[in-house]
């Protein structure tokens, strides 16, 4: 029984010496804005006490943002928004005083269509054949 209750003791002390904590995170935006009627995500790393990169989800990060929703990592901004930016906030469910604040702009121009196979397949120029 004694055996068996240090072993226990032994492994929690070493699963606690080597599991390693979030001391900061960071926004890793893909673009520099935000699509309207989409799902943007929001990319945010923790970077941990050895030194290494995590990325996070919102398991580990509460996000929020006064003028939009999220779901997940995920900031759904409706097609009618009429906002210029947003205001996002992500805070570290481990440790509350671990947070980032970061403004986001809204894209205002449209996408434009993208080209067919055909009108990609004109633009690539004909070789020899080499046979």
Known sequence: MKKALLLIVL????????S?????????LYTDS??????????????L???RWMPLTAKDIQFTCSSAT????????????????VVVKA??????AVWLER???IKKKPDGDLPTKEEILKTIPKGKNKN
Not at 11 to 18: F, G, P
Not at 20 to 28: E, G, H, L
Request: proline residues 2%; hydrophobic residues 30%; positive net charge.
């Open 49 to 51: 006490s050895n030194g």
């Open 11 to 18: 492994i929690v002390s070493v699963t606690t010496l080597y």
């Open 103 to 105: 403004t986001i702009w």
């Open 91 to 96: 805070v570290l469910k481990s440790n509350n």
């Open 34 to 47: 935000l699509k309207k009627g989409q799902h943007n995500y929001i990319n945010v790393d923790g970077k």
């Open 20 to 28: 390693q904590k979030v001391d900061s995170i960071y926004f890793n």
């Open 70 to 85: 999220f779901d997940g990592n995920q900031l759904i901004i409706p097609e009618n928004f009429k906002e210029e930016k």
